[in-house]
């Protein structure tokens, strides 16, 4: 069975960075179909093989599968032994939780710190409500490690959840948004982690 993921630029593409980071880290064999966003044919490229027009999408013979989280929970059912989300039902439950927050959450952030590999940029005076989602985001990530007692990840090893947050840890990094000391060492894991510096190495090829 043939599993493709599409994608969009992995210097842009935050939904498919997401999915692209489950699939790397169950160890899945797939191949990438990278679509250029911000095109004039972009979308219908795209629609080629997504209903919706947007990346990531996952083919395997005749499944369509045109969402990030729902690629992500069919991965970790076809692959239990990697433990996507944590043994623990309760920890399971807030990990899910917290991965639905971001997955249609924080439009403030999204729309005022878009997605990007790069550091240095300098984003428009924040809004009262950007702060408060980017304060959220620290609730979220405190909460998690304390309920989990985890000292790398969000509640131990790499999982879901984490990757639904990597992009805002490229988002808060592009932006050098301060972190408080008692997260810094997750959002250093998370730099650290090799699938991570991976897709860093493809953007790099990417833009060069």
Known sequence: MQTTLVIGDFSKSSWAFRAWLVLVTADVSFKNIKIKLEEKDTRERILKYSPSGKVP????????????????EYIAERHPDVHLWPQSQQLRALARAAAAEMHSGFPNVRTQMPFGVNTGDVPDVLTAETKEEIQRIFDIWSHLRTV?????????????????????????????????????????????????????????????
Do not use: C, H, K
């Open 57 to 72: 999408v996952l083919l395997q013979d005749d499944l369509v599968i045109n969402d990030s989280l729902a690629i992500s």
């Open 148 to 208: 989990s007692g985890a000292t790398q990840f969000l509640y131990g090893d790499f999982g879901i959840v984490d990757a639904m947050f990597a992009p805002v840890v490229f988002r808060f990094r592009r932006y050098g948004i301060v972190v408080p000391a008692s997260l810094q060492a997750y959002v250093d894991a998370m730099l650290a982690y090799p699938p991570v510096q991976q897709w860093l190495q493809l953007a790099a090829e990417e833009m060069d």
